[in-house]
């Protein structure tokens, strides 16, 4: 079988290359990062989320506009004040070894999240608010939960929410499962290269839109030259993880696309708001938000991929407030409120960021032009991941200005607020207001959406109040297609569900 | 002179000079120190505009003044480096190969341990946990090239040592210090002054290297290695970005390189004999 699969595959990828297409139309995506594990407990890599989009699905599924839609479970209903989630699962489904789907994988999937082997990966702390699920009938199962959660439903679209095989797993063993995953999903997964990359073939079996093309291959190159490299040379048709830097290469290529749409990531700069740190006066943090042209960051090195944003949150957020109006471009004002609060020209600041990300790098670049604008001399700090996000931040040993960047999952604004606004939270190491920790805390205890919204943007408005942040932009992500690929719409959340994708003869 | 017949000298001569010059220059010349940023004039090619005649880079900043200001730091971290390892290494060199005995022994297997460490490697563990600087770059190649310099001169030392001439001088009472370095030291000097230049040119490509991997200098002070990691991404479309420090790192090198080749065939007994 593998074998024989492996050949196919070979001739797939000769066909792509050559110009007739053969009987076979294989799919190849290159992305950066091989996620090295496909068990849905064990990740929170977006790289895992990419692939694994493609083998498993959820009780829910969300779409490419951030909706949420049926996926194994065909209704729900939310009963006893948000305290218990009644779900009608869809009949006739199995798994890609033949095992059917039914109440008891639901109830194992989640036995197995929020017990011993969920315990070991990160997946289990976004789900702690279930407390058990109870089999009603073979199709009808009930999510009884410790306390409401309003992000709930989205979150059972979720990467840990994905529904697993009980019988297959308790066979293999945990182990075997990382490495030969099987789900419900579009494709089913049949070899994995580590470092190198993982085959897929299409589920023809599948209930919801069984993919057009014959297979998939998922290749990991590190190196973003390289990748684009093997895109110009055919080898891949669509390349992930696109650098903004060579995003005017690929459009003046005559046979690639780019494609791109919002992304969860934001970047800031948070500001130290405590003494001797001249940012704890809150006209110069008001003032170093003055001193920012966004817009002109965005054009130069986002290759005019990207919206600048005035809160922690892009467009797509849940609490994104279109009313709310951030602090505009003016180096004159700027100055102005320098001098008012006594920060004498020529005085000097640094930022401190994460060394590594080739694009912040030349943002922060070009930020201290901004501030040098306004007369103030600013140094840079890069620094290295792992100390950055363990010794400098959570300790409160920054410098006037750090980077912060972020991107919820979720896409609720919850998600970011609460770890940099809320008292004793790692990205929040200056503390902020006693009214600040009531709303977040107020926001998590109701499960009424238009009160959740409405608390959130009051947080965001607060936040921008006492300038907190310089926010910068809300990120697009970006992908390059080649001429031939159909249908490719990515979703938001940068998972990649490619059923509805095609190859056309060329 | 016959010196200037030489190939090697008058082409080293020529390219270190062109380079040196504009590097003791480059305060008169670029005052500005090559940090001025100009987003609207960001990737300029170059020979388009009177302002930048080598073009601009994606911050819009002067190329033609960021390579010559940066030749500053490259040289700077080269010759420092090579002077300090050289000090450094002629001393430990000398007194374990005069002395001999336990300490010999204990600096030798030190050295062939540091020998054995990658370079590149232990520059990255370090940097990680202190932090990048130009200083702890320097430190960074003197700690790794003294080695060199320590056994060069020690095995000079050991068989100068048995010579009729340190004997005499022995003999006449005189002091250690006064025979080590009056005597053999200049005996010894040959080798190591061109180790000591081809290490300049292998200094400068580290430094270039180091801050190309983002583990050297600040970001905003313009250097080779720096300018070149700036424009690796635009490669296809911008590509004088990396194209002239490239060229500044690739002259200065050769011309060094050169300038050490010359050297060689002047000091080393079994050259001249050519």
């Known amino acids: ?132 699920v109870e089999i009603i009938d073979d199709y009808t199962v009930d999510f009884h939960m410790a306390q409401p959660d309003p992000v709930m439903l989205t979150k059972l679209a979720g990467y840990g929410a994905m529904i697993v095989p009980p019988d297959y797993i308790e066979e293999v063993g945990e182990e075997e499962f990382d490495m030969n995953p099987v789900g419900t999903g579009p494709f089913k997964f049949e070899s994995y290269t580590q470092g190198a990359q993982v085959e897929l073939s299409a589920n023809e079996d599948y209930f919801d839109g069984v993919p057009e093309v014959d297979g998939l291959v998922f290749r990991f190159i590190r190196e973003d030259a390289t990748r684009l490299a093997e895109l110009q040379s055919g080898a891949v048709d669509i390349m992930a993880d696109v650098a903004f830097s060579a995003v005017p290469t690929i459009d003046s290529a005559g046979n690639l696309e780019i494609v791109s749409v919002p992304g969860p990531t934001i970047y800031s700069l948070a500001l130290k708001t405590v003494e001797p740190a001249a940012t704890a006066d809150l006209r110069v943090r008001k003032a170093l938000n003055m001193a920012i042209d966004k817009q002109a960051l965005i054009d130069a090195f986002l290759a005019g991929r990207g919206q600048p944003i005035d809160s922690l949150q892009g467009e797509l957020s849940f609490g994104y407030d279109p009313e709310m109006e ?181 | ?106 600096l030798m297997r030190f050295a062939d341990i540091q020998l054995a460490l990658p370079f590149i490697l232990l520059a990255m563990t370090v940097i990680a946990i202190i932090g990048p600087g130009l200083d702890r770059i320097i430190i960074l190649m003197i700690v790794a090239q003294w080695v060199q310099y320590a056994r060069l001169i020690r095995g000079s030392v050991l068989s100068l040592r048995q010579s009729e001439y340190v004997q005499a001088a022995k003999s006449y009472g005189l002091g250690d210090l006064r025979i080590l370095f009056v005597h053999i030291l200049p005996n010894a000097m040959g080798p190591l002054v061109i180790l000591g230049t081809l290490n300049v040119a292998n200094n400068i490509l580290l430094e270039s290297s180091l801050t190309f991997l983002g583990l050297g200098i600040d970001p905003l002070i313009p250097s080779w290695g720096g300018m070149l990691a700036d424009g690796r991404n635009y490669i296809q479309t911008a590509p004088w970005v990396t194209i002239f420090p490239g060229l500044a790192i690739m002259m200065t090198v050769l011309g060094l390189n050169l300038l050490g080749d010359w050297l060689r065939d002047r000091l080393d007994p079994l050259g001249q004999t050519k």
Request: proline residues 5%; charged residues 20%.
């Open chain 1, 1 to 132: 079988m593998r074998l024989n699969l492996s050949t196919v595959f070979a001739a797939g990828i000769c066909a792509s290359l050559a110009a007739p297409a053969a009987a076979q139309d294989i799919l190849t995506v290159a992305q950066r990062q091989d996620p090295q594990n496909w068990d849905p407990v064990d990740t929170f890599l977006v790289a895992w989320g990419s692939v694994a989009s493609n083998i498993y699905d959820g009780l829910v599924r969300r779409d490419e506009n951030l909706d949420l839609q049926p996926g194994l479970a065909e209704s729900w209903e939310v009963l006893d004040e948000g305290m218990r989630l009644r779900f009608k699962l869809r009949e006739g489904v199995s798994f890609h070894n033949g095992e059917p789907f039914d109440a008891e994988a639901v109830k194992y999937t989640f036995d197995r999240l929020l017990g011993e082997v969920g315990g070991t990966g990160p997946q289990q702390s976004n789900y702690t608010t279930i407390d058990h």
């Open chain 1, 326 to 506: 951030g602090y505009a471009y003016d180096p004159e004002a700027a100055r102005a409120l320098l001098e008012e609060a006594g920060v004498p020209q020529g005085a000097e600041m640094t930022i401190d960021y994460r060394a590594g990300n080739s694009t912040f790098n030349e943002v922060a670049q070009a930020l201290t032009g901004f501030f040098a604008n306004v007369g103030l001399k600013v140094g840079l700090n890069p620094i290295e991941d792992g100390v950055f996000l363990n010794e400098i931040v959570p300790q409160g040993r920054t410098n006037e200005m750090y980077q912060f960047s972020w991107g919820g999952w979720t896409f609720d604004f919850d998600n970011t607020a609460y770890l940099s606004y809320h008292e004793g939270e790692k990205w929040n190491p200056y503390g902020t207001s006693e009214e600040m920790n009531a709303l977040l805390e107020e926001q998590r205890n109701s499960t009424d959406q238009a009160e959740r919204e409405e608390i959130l943007q009051e947080i965001a408005r607060l936040a921008h109040e006492e300038a907190y942040h310089i926010p910068l932009y809300n990120e697009e992500t970006v992908y390059a297609v080649a001429d031939g690929v159909e249908g490719f719409v990515p979703a938001p959340d940068k998972r990649l569900r490619l059923n509805s994708v095609s190859l056309s003869d060329q």
């Open chain 2, 1 to 106: 002179m016959r010196a200037f017949r030489s190939f090697e000298f008058t082409a080293g001569l020529i390219l270190t000079g062109i380079m040196g010059l504009a590097v003791i220059l480059s305060p008169l010349l670029f005052p500005g120190g090559g940090m001025g940023q100009d987003l609207v004039a960001r990737l300029t090619p170059p020979l388009t505009s009177a302002e930048y005649p080598l073009g601009t880079d994606p911050l819009g900043r002067d190329i033609l003044a960021r390579v010559v200001v940066g030749g500053r730091i490259s040289f700077f971290v080269g010759i420092v480096s090579a002077l300090g390892a050289v000090v450094i290494g002629t001393v430990i060199g000398l007194f374990a190969g005069y002395y001999r005995g336990p300490w010999d022994m204990f």
